[in-house]
């Protein structure tokens, strides 16, 4: 292995000193990407090698957090630093006349966050809230004491920074259907202008598509990795009978390469495109990390929000707004705020013992998608699945140094193509999809059972029992995982106490609609008819025949077996929604307007994704882009 440094120049030197500090002081985490024995102390000399360089160590003024100074006033107080948050400030802070705060609990983003293949670590670190469901009793069998694991961001750029970057706007019936819920301005015609101006698209083949923009902050490209096993799905999908699309264009139905916020694979969080770039040179833009809000201040003679109180280094603090306070805490945090300042359900509010300022249904509803974590294929391949065991520190050099974005820690968490299907039993239109597959090319053995099982709350016999061997023998191997976008089952969150610092109690009743479990049973079942094309078959792909352990009573890959599966390797992807559900007044499930005021409040908004009424044709992230921009528009109408 060669052991040279790229040449770079002294114009590189800057940017380049400050991501090997960050690299050399995450040593224990890639460590973990570096195997025992002859390699791995071949790439522990090179990275020996790397430590002596002698960069100069240039702090990142990201890193420098602004300290708070208690009773400080604001135009605007933003809570949160997700995709809606982060997008929201840095748009009213275009404005130099308004002076906003934006509040994040969490800390800055670091190398880890940079590098896609390290997704599923991501979930173990302070940079996720850590929130788990309470015991389920129909799904996710497979977890530790049943408790889903809930993964939220808790970092600047929110989930953006912790999730696997998939970028997938929805379908145009969606939002047409949150129109005619009564949501004027929330059509598919009316929003599509905010998807377009946040993005920055990237993507080869759709330079003059009118569904795409090139001159937005987020940075949207095709995964530039790719391993012979997803061309051969999307050849095999093909085969079947979907039509390759755009599944941000005209119409999802049909199966494409994985679009992803990464910027020459790196990935690209809310923070690094809308807050990074400008914060440096906006004197009325204030970030504070490591706050923590603990409620909105309320005048209830005029039932108005005039600030909030927050934590910081051990200290509390109030700012004021003299505009208004958004909440943008996303699909959990921002109903616990508001139960916290009084504003909920009478009877979880009365059962704590917080003063009630309003009584809404703030957490009543709580949708999800639900994943299928399978079916597992093997292959005839080699060498074409992502064990992270196996990079070495000249991959991790070429990636960070020479900005490589075709190096395999490019690849998004293994994911590289979606398929969106329709089932027999749907009644939906054709261009409405009801599933889709997630192409993975790898599973939990990629990362030897050090990153995403711990993450997603796997019981160690799931990873011993299905996928040790995988791991032990590096068999190249793929999983489609099968989502389903329309569930019918629908949970709650409350309040447990009123400490603020406490969890809110999340009960998503995966699997209470027992239609759910059929619809998954029909995309494991599209999966297998795929695996079946030529395609496929010409790289020997095949069922992995692990038995799920609690299921040996069904016979293998029958139709019980596979409920069986579906109730064990129970899996979600970041996609709560509906918690501060938007509707009209009359609505009595809302809880806000479709200007996203508070119902019955004034100078209090949510802008982040729990305001969305159903669950999307999507990946939430994208939309919670688009609401933070559309936001912000309906915000600068009314103020200026």
């Not at 800057?14 to 690299?23: D, K």
């Not at 027999?424 to 053995?445: C, F, H, T, Y």
């Not at 400490?499 to 297998?528: C, Q, T």
């Amino acid at each position: 292995m060669a052991a040279h440094l790229p040449t770079i120049s002294p114009m590189q030197s800057t940017q380049i000193s400050h991501l090997l500090h960050q690299l050399l002081s995450l040593l224990p985490l890639l460590l973990v990407l570096f195997p025992a024995g002859a390699q791995g102390d071949a790439n522990r000399r090179l990275l020996d090698q790397i430590s002596q360089v002698g960069f100069v160590n240039v702090i990142d003024q990201a890193t420098r957090p602004n300290v708070p100074k208690d009773q400080t006033n604001y135009d605007f107080i933003v809570v949160g630093a997700g995709a809606a948050g982060s997008s929201l400030a840095a748009r009213l802070s275009e404005n130099p006349q308004w002076k906003v705060a934006l509040i994040e609990a969490g800390g800055v983003e670091n190398i880890a966050h940079f590098v896609p293949t390290l997704a599923g670590y991501l979930q173990q670190t302070a940079s996720n809230w850590g929130y788990k469901s309470v015991p389920q009793k129909l799904s996710c069998h497979g977890m530790h004491n049943n408790e889903c694991a809930l993964p939220r961001g808790k970092v600047l750029g929110g989930t953006s920074a912790i999730n696997y970057m998939i970028y997938n706007r929805g379908n145009r019936r969606d939002f047409d259907g949150w129109a005619a819920a009564g949501n004027p301005g929330w059509s598919y015609e009316e929003v599509l202008p905010y998807f377009l101006r946040s993005e920055n698209a990237q993507l080869q083949g759709l330079e003059h598509s009118p569904y795409h923009n090139h001159s937005g902050p987020l940075n949207v490209e095709y995964v530039r990795f790719r391993s012979q096993m997803v061309d051969a799905f999307v050849a095999a999908s093909v085969e079947s009978g979907l039509p390759r699309t755009d599944y941000n264009g005209e119409s999802q139905y049909g199966v494409s390469y994985v679009q992803a916020t990464t910027l020459n694979g790196r990935r690209h969080s809310a923070y690094s495109a809308y807050l990074k770039p400008v914060r440096d040179f906006r004197s009325n833009l204030h970030i504070f990390t490591f706050s923590r809000v603990t409620r909105v201040l309320i005048d209830e003679a005029t039932n108005s929000a005039y600030g909030v109180e927050f934590h910081y280094g051990k200290k509390a603090f109030t700012f004021k707004a003299r505009k208004e306070v958004i909440l943008s805490a996303g699909a959990f945090n921002s109903p616990q705020l508001l139960m916290l300042s009084g504003i909920g359900p009478e009877d979880n509010l009365k059962a704590i013992g917080i003063p009630i300022v309003k009584v809404l249904p703030v957490g009543k509803k709580l949708y999800d998608h639900m994943c299928h974590f399978g079916p597992t294929f093997v292959t005839n391949t080699t060498g074409q699945t992502t064990f992270t065991s196996t990079i070495t520190v000249a991959e991790v050099v070429s990636f960070l140094l020479a900005g490589n974005p075709s190096t395999r820690l490019s690849s998004i968490g293994g994911v590289e193509a979606l398929a969106f299907l329709k089932t027999q039993r749907s009644n939906l239109p054709k261009d409405w999809p009801d599933i889709e597959l997630i192409m993975v090319g790898g599973s939990l053995a990629s990362d030897e059972g050090t990153g995403l099982k711990l993450g997603a709350n796997f019981k160690q016999e799931i990873y011993d029992r299905m996928y040790r061997d995988l791991a032990q023998a590096q068999q190249d191997h793929f999983t489609l995982l099968v989502m389903q976008f329309h569930p019918q089952s629908v949970g709650r969150l409350w309040l447990r106490d009123r400490n603020p610092l406490s969890w809110p109690k999340l009960d998503p009743k995966y699997f209470v609609a027992e239609e759910d479990v059929e619809f998954l049973l029909d995309g494991i079942k599209a999966s297998l008819r795929i695996i079946e094309m030529p395609a496929m078959q010409r790289i020997g792909a095949r069922l992995l025949r692990r038995t799920v352990p609690g299921c040996e009573g069904h016979e293998f890959a029958s139709d019980d077996y596979w409920r069986c599966s579906i109730r064990t390797l129970s899996y979600t992807l970041h996609h709560q929604v509906a918690t501060c559900r938007m509707g009209p007044e009359s609505d009595p499930t809302s809880v806000v307007n479709h200007q996203l005021k508070v119902h019955g409040m004034r100078r209090l908004r949510v802008v982040d994704t729990s305001i969305i009424p159903v669950p999307p044709t999507a990946h939430t992230n994208a939309a919670a882009f688009m609401i933070g921009e559309k936001a912000a528009d309906m915000i600068r109408s009314e103020w200026n």
